[in-house]
């Protein structure tokens, strides 16, 4: 779509008055689905209050989004939408850049420079996966698919998170067995030519420890410490693990350290964790809408 004028762009915003939107933070992670709402242009503000024209004003709409089945914490916030123009007989996709609004309840609002705001042309694929509300994952409910190695969530959630795996480009990937002993749901391998194409032969070895609970219960220490020792025998260079379960503060700062220097753990290999947020923002790319319809339609 070409560059718009600030008029077009009013007159487009005013197609959006009253339509589904997302809610996402600075680093693109779902917050909450609201409904925008726009206020009238602000030539016709004028008329209807009789007052005088402002600089402060003059390029700027109020945009709120009401009705939103979250609420927020004070930040900044990107806001997104999709909807279908039928006069334009076309998709278009509004992207309303890092703002700080102001909170009230389930809604916000803002006074916001229009030339900042982005409206492109968009697809029916985008809408479809726009309007089905796919960035909202109820892993309770997982899907467990014909071709599944298992027959429970817990397998379900595994084998997702080794395509994804696939998908990064892992190679050699395979999901090991289950038993007390394992400390491992997979291992793959990570070749060092996929980034550095100079460098053949040499690929890193990664060990995947998959945590999963319908009750989306806290990860405790001692269970994934557990983990990370029967890891050792197979002298991984990386552990990965990814989990939709809850973790506290503490956890994750004690996950994230050096643990090499702790007398009492002394983890030599490197840790990674992959939480439900990242999980779902990973799961609602437009490439992995295939995986979504598997294991959340």
């Given at each position: 779509?070409?560059?718009?004028?600030?008029?077009?762009?009013?007159?487009?915003?005013?197609?959006?008055?009253?339509?589904?939107?997302?809610?996402?933070?600075?680093?693109?992670?779902?917050?909450?689905?609201g409904t925008i709402a726009l206020s009238p242009t602000f030539q016709a503000f004028l008329k209807e209050v009789k007052r005088v024209d402002t600089a402060e004003d003059k390029n700027k709409i109020k945009v709120s989004v009401k009705n939103m089945n979250k609420q927020l914490n004070r930040g900044a916030f990107v806001v997104k939408s999709i909807i279908f123009i039928e006069r334009l007989n076309k998709y278009v996709k509004l992207h309303i850049p890092e703002q700080v609004y102001e909170l009230f309840g389930t809604a916000m609002t803002h006074k916001i420079e229009i030339e900042s705001i982005i409206i492109e042309d968009s697809n029916e694929s985008e809408y479809e996966i726009f309007r089905k509300k796919v960035y909202v994952y109820e892993w309770e409910n997982i899907i467990i698919p014909q071709?599944?190695?298992?027959?429970?969530?817990?397998?379900?959630?595994?084998?997702?998170?080794?395509?994804?795996?696939?998908?990064?480009?892992?190679?050699?990937?395979?999901?090991?067995?289950?038993?007390?002993?394992?400390?491992?749901?997979?291992q793959f391998?990570?070749?060092?030519?996929?980034?550095?194409?100079?460098?053949?032969?040499?690929?890193?070895?990664?060990?995947?420890q998959c945590k999963y609970s319908k009750e989306a219960k806290n990860l405790q220490k001692e269970e994934i410490y557990r983990d990370m020792v029967k890891a050792l025998e197979f002298q991984p260079d990386y552990f990965l693990l990814m989990t939709n379960r809850n973790f506290t503060n503490q956890f994750e700062t004690w996950f994230n350290s050096d643990l090499m220097k702790e007398p009492n753990y002394y983890i030599p290999f490197k840790k990674i964790i992959i939480q439900r947020e990242?999980?779902?923002?990973?799961?609602?790319?437009?490439?992995?809408?295939?995986?979504?319809?598997?294991y959340f339609d």
């Open positions: 779509m070409r560059t718009l004028t600030p008029t077009e762009i009013q007159e487009l915003l005013e197609e959006f008055n009253g339509q589904r939107c997302f809610v996402f933070d600075v680093n693109d992670k779902f917050l909450s689905e071709d599944c190695s298992g027959k429970d969530s817990y397998d379900a959630f595994e084998d997702l998170c080794l395509k994804l795996i696939e998908s990064w480009g892992g190679k050699s990937i395979i999901k090991t067995g289950k038993g007390p002993d394992s400390g491992r749901d997979g391998l990570v070749e060092m030519d996929s980034w550095i194409p100079i460098i053949t032969g040499y690929s890193t070895r990664w060990i995947l990242l999980l779902e923002s990973e799961l609602s790319q437009p490439q992995h809408e295939s995986l979504r319809k598997k």
